[in-house]
C-alpha cells in the first residue's frame, strides 16, 4: 500500500483558484474557530488520489467519512457541494433559528421543487434540501425520531438479509453508536410531561440527544390529551416500538444548547487527520468508470468542479466512490454518470454506462398539513417575539426550544375498528391497476419493486401498531388577528404512492426533474384526512382544549370528507423526508443496491443515505440515517481489513474487533491495524480530550 506521506507528497492538481465563485465564509475566519477546520479544505488544495471518495458532506457522509479515516492507513476525501456554513453559524447552531432565521430559501438550500402534482392543487412544491457541509441535519427541525422494530425487520426482509446486517437488532445498535442520550433536567421532563426509558438511548455517540433546556407549558398537556382519546402514551419510544404519544428528543448538545449535526458531531471534535480532507464548494458532476468489463464497471474518479462555469477536476479513486448526496442527489449524479434507465439517459442526451432501472424510482415522502387554532396561552412564537421585543430572555436555553410534542397514530385509531379492514381489502383490490396505472416506468422490474413496497405496506405495516400517520404539536407560529395560535399537524407516514427522480438536460447542473405522484393512490388521501380530522379532534379535547379558542385553518366551513380532501389537496407540502429512490431491493425487483449497498453492476460504488430504503419509516429519518452510516462504515472497514461480515458468533452485526465498550467518540484518534478489522475506536489521550473540551468552548 502507498505510504500517507508519499500519497500527500504527489502533485497537488486541484487549486484554489477553481474557488473564484464560493462563498465568503472559505476565505475569512470570521469566528476564530480554527482548532475546528482543521480537517476542512479552505485553499482548494486536494491530493490526486484518495482510498475512498465519499461524495456528499451531509447527514451520512460526514459520519462515514469520520469512521472510514479512523484506520490511519486509509485516505479519505469528501465532496460537498455547498459551503462550510462558517458564515451562517448562527443561523446554524441556535436551534429556535430553524424556525425564525433557517436556511431554506437560502444559498444553503438546494431549493429544488417538484413538478406540478395534479393531486395537490397542480401546484410545484418546494423541497428544501441543505447544501452546506452537514447537509440537512444542519438545517432541519432536529427531530430525533427512530424507526420501528416491525419496519427494519421488513426492509431486512424485503432485501433477503440472511447475514442480519439490517435487522433491527443491527440498526439499533448502530442508531446507540451513534448518538449521547442526556435526560432532561427534572424542571423540564415535569413540564413536558415527558417520558423515557434511557436503557433504548446511546450514551457514548457523537450525536447529542436530548430535550430542550426550556419547556414551554402548554406542552404539558400534549400525552394527557391524546391518551384521552385513546391514543396511548408511549414509555419507550426508541426501543423498537415507536408509537404511540409521546415527547421526542432533538438533536441539541446540552453543554451549550446548539444544535447537534454531523459536522459538528462527526467532524469539528476530530483532532488533526492527515488522511482526511472534507472539500467544500466542489458539486460532484459525473462518475469515471473503467468500461473495460462491461458487466461490472469500476470507478476510477469522480469529476467535480466549483460552479457551472468552472474547470471540470477529476481525482482519482484507488477504492471506493460512496455516494451519499441524498434521495435526490444520488439518483441525479448516477444518471449524469450514465447509469440509471437507459430511456431516461437517451432522452437526456447521456451516453448509457449502465442500464439500471431502478434508479430514481420508487420515491416515497411524507406529505402534512396542519389545523390552527387561537390561544389564550404563551407559545414559543410570542415568547420569543416578547423577548426579542425587550431585548431580553432570550437565553440559550430558551432558544434551544422547538416543537417536539408527537404521536404515532395508528389505522385502528384513525378509522375505527370496524373500517380499517375493509378498508385494507379496497387497497389490497386496487394492486393491479395500481402496478398498470401509477407506477412512472415501463420496466417490469420496477413494477415488481412496485408491488413488492405495495403489499409490505399493506400486509406488514397497515394494520399493525405502526403510526399511519404522525400528529405534531408546533407551538412556533405567529399571531393571527393580535392572537397567539399553535398548530396541530398531520403527516402521513406509510405512502401508497410512489414517485421518480429524472434528468431532462446532460448538463449536471441542471436541477433533476421530481415528480414525487403525490396523492395519486386514493388510500393516502384517505388516511391524510382522517389525519387531519383526528388534528381537529385533539384541538377539541381537553384538556388541552382549556387553552385553545377558535379554529383559524381549515375553519367551521371544512365539515364533510369531501370538504377535507378539496381544502387538503391545495395545503399539503413536504414533512422534508424523501427517501427510496436508489433502493435496496433484488436487482429483478428494481433494486439498485444489494445488502452491502454496492450499486449492481458496479465494482466500487456504495450508496449510503436514505436513498437505499425501500420504503418509507413512521418516523423522521435523521436517526435512522445515522445508523445507516454507521453501519456501512463498519461493512466497509471490515471488507478492507479482510473480515467476513458477519462473524458466525455475531448475531447483532458488530464488527468482530469492535470495541466492546460501545461507540467511540469521534475524538479517537486514527488507528493504524495490520492484522484484521480495525477496531471502532481506542481510549483518547488526555490531550485529545482536552482538544476535545477546548473545541467545544470555542463553539
Not at 486509509?74 to 455547498?82: F, N, R
Not at 448538545?253 to 476530530?270: F, G, H, Q
Not at 398548530?487 to 410512489?498: E, K, M, V
Request: glycine share 8%; proline share 6%; hydrophobic share 40%.
Amino acid at each position: 500500500m502507498r505510504s500517507l506521506g508519499l500519497l500527500l507528497a504527489v502533485s497537488i492538481a486541484h487549486q484554489a483558484s477553481a474557488y473564484s465563485s464560493g462563498h465568503r465564509d472559505i476565505y475569512h475566519d470570521h469566528y476564530g474557530r480554527d482548532l475546528r477546520r482543521r480537517n476542512i479544505v479552505y485553499d482548494g488544495q486536494i491530493a490526486d488520489s484518495y482510498d475512498f471518495v465519499v461524495v456528499g458532506g451531509g447527514t451520512a457522509g460526514l459520519a462515514i467519512a469520520s469512521r472510514l479515516s479512523e484506520d490511519s492507513n486509509t485516505t479519505v476525501l469528501v465532496l460537498e457541494a455547498g459551503d462550510t456554513g462558517d458564515a451562517v453559524a448562527d443561523r446554524i447552531n441556535v436551534p429556535v433559528n430553524a424556525y425564525y432565521s433557517g436556511l431554506p430559501g437560502s444559498s444553503y438550500d438546494w431549493q429544488y421543487t417538484t413538478v406540478k402534482q395534479p393531486n395537490a392543487g397542480n401546484r410545484a412544491l418546494p423541497w428544501p434540501r441543505g447544501k452546506v457541509l452537514g447537509g440537512s441535519s444542519a438545517m432541519n427541525g432536529m427531530y430525533t425520531v427512530r424507526p420501528s422494530k416491525i419496519e427494519v425487520d421488513a426492509w431486512a426482509s424485503l432485501i433477503g438479509d440472511n447475514t442480519m446486517k439490517w435487522s433491527w437488532d443491527a440498526l439499533f445498535d448502530n442508531m446507540k453508536d451513534s448518538e449521547t442520550f442526556t435526560a432532561p433536567s427534572s424542571d423540564v421532563q415535569q413540564e413536558g410531561q415527558i417520558v423515557f426509558n434511557a436503557a433504548s438511548r446511546g450514551t457514548n455517540g457523537p450525536v447529542h440527544a436530548t430535550y430542550p433546556g426550556f419547556m414551554v407549558p402548554l406542552v404539558g398537556n400534549w400525552t394527557t390529551t391524546l391518551a384521552d382519546i385513546g391514543v396511548a402514551i408511549s414509555d419507550d419510544a426508541y426501543g423498537g416500538n415507536g408509537w404511540g404519544a409521546f415527547i421526542a428528543t432533538s438533536s441539541i448538545n446540552p453543554s451549550n444548547w446548539t444544535r447537534s449535526y454531523s459536522r459538528s458531531a462527526y467532524i469539528d471534535p476530530l483532532p488533526p487527520r492527515p488522511n482526511l480532507a472534507v472539500l467544500p464548494n466542489a458539486t460532484v458532476t459525473r462518475l469515471i468508470f473503467d468500461t473495460s468489463n462491461k458487466n461490472n464497471l469500476t470507478a476510477t474518479g469522480v469529476e467535480w468542479a466549483a460552479s457551472a462555469n468552472a474547470d471540470r477536476q477529476t481525482v482519482k479513486v484507488n477504492k471506493e466512490v460512496i455516494l451519499t448526496s441524498g434521495a435526490i442527489g444520488t439518483p441525479h449524479i448516477l444518471l449524469h454518470s450514465g447509469v440509471g434507465p437507459s430511456d431516461v439517459l437517451q432522452a437526456a442526451g447521456v451516453d448509457v454506462a449502465l442500464d439500471l432501472p431502478g434508479v430514481g424510482q420508487h420515491l416515497q415522502d411524507h406529505i402534512s398539513t396542519q389545523v390552527v387554532f387561537k390561544t389564550t396561552a404563551d407559545t414559543a412564537g410570542s415568547l420569543h417575539a416578547h423577548n426579542l421585543a425587550v431585548n431580553s430572555g432570550n437565553t440559550p436555553a430558551f432558544l434551544s426550544f422547538i416543537n417536539s410534542a408527537t404521536a404515532y397514530v395508528n389505522i385502528t385509531d384513525l378509522l375505527g375498528p370496524d373500517s380499517a379492514p375493509q378498508f385494507k381489502q379496497q387497497i389490497s383490490d386496487a394492486l393491479s391497476s395500481s402496478v398498470s396505472s401509477l407506477v412512472p416506468s415501463t420496466s417490469a422490474q420496477v413494477k415488481a419493486g412496485y408491488e413488492a413496497i405495495y403489499n409490505t405496506t399493506l400486509n406488514t405495516f397497515l394494520m399493525s401498531p405502526l403510526g399511519q400517520v404522525e400528529i405534531l404539536f408546533a407551538l412556533t407560529g405567529g399571531q393571527v388577528d393580535g392572537e397567539n395560535t399553535v398548530a396541530i399537524q398531520a403527516a402521513l407516514q406509510h405512502p401508497f404512492s410512489q414517485g421518480r427522480i429524472y434528468i431532462s438536460s446532460s448538463d449536471p447542473f441542471t436541477p433533476p426533474v421530481i415528480d414525487p405522484q403525490y396523492l395519486s393512490h386514493s388510500a393516502d388521501l384517505t388516511i391524510l384526512r382522517e389525519g387531519l380530522k383526528l388534528a381537529r379532534k385533539i384541538g377539541n379535547t381537553a384538556p388541552l382544549s382549556n387553552y385553545l379558542d377558535s379554529e383559524v385553518t381549515p375553519g367551521s366551513s371544512v365539515q364533510s370528507d369531501d370538504d377535507w380532501e378539496q381544502w387538503l389537496a391545495t395545503q399539503i407540502g413536504t414533512e422534508y423526508h424523501p427517501s427510496c429512490s436508489c433502493a435496496m431491493l433484488p436487482l429483478e425487483q428494481g433494486g439498485v443496491v444489494d445488502a452491502d449497498l454496492k450499486v449492481y453492476g458496479l465494482a466500487n460504488v456504495r450508496i449510503a443515505d436514505a436513498s437505499v430504503f425501500p420504503t418509507e419509516f413512521s418516523a423522521h429519518l435523521q436517526a435512522p440515517v445515522y445508523g445507516l452510516a454507521e453501519q456501512a462504515a463498519r461493512i466497509i472497514r471490515a471488507t478492507y481489513n479482510g473480515v467476513g461480515w458477519p462473524s458466525a458468533n455475531q448475531a447483532n452485526g458488530t464488527s468482530t474487533n469492535s470495541s466492546s465498550t460501545g461507540a467511540p467518540s469521534p475524538t479517537s484518534s486514527p488507528q493504524h491495524d495490520t492484522s484484521g478489522a480495525a477496531p471502532r475506536a481506542v481510549g483518547a489521550s488526555v490531550v485529545l480530550a482536552c482538544v476535545g473540551v477546548l473545541a467545544s468552548l470555542l463553539f
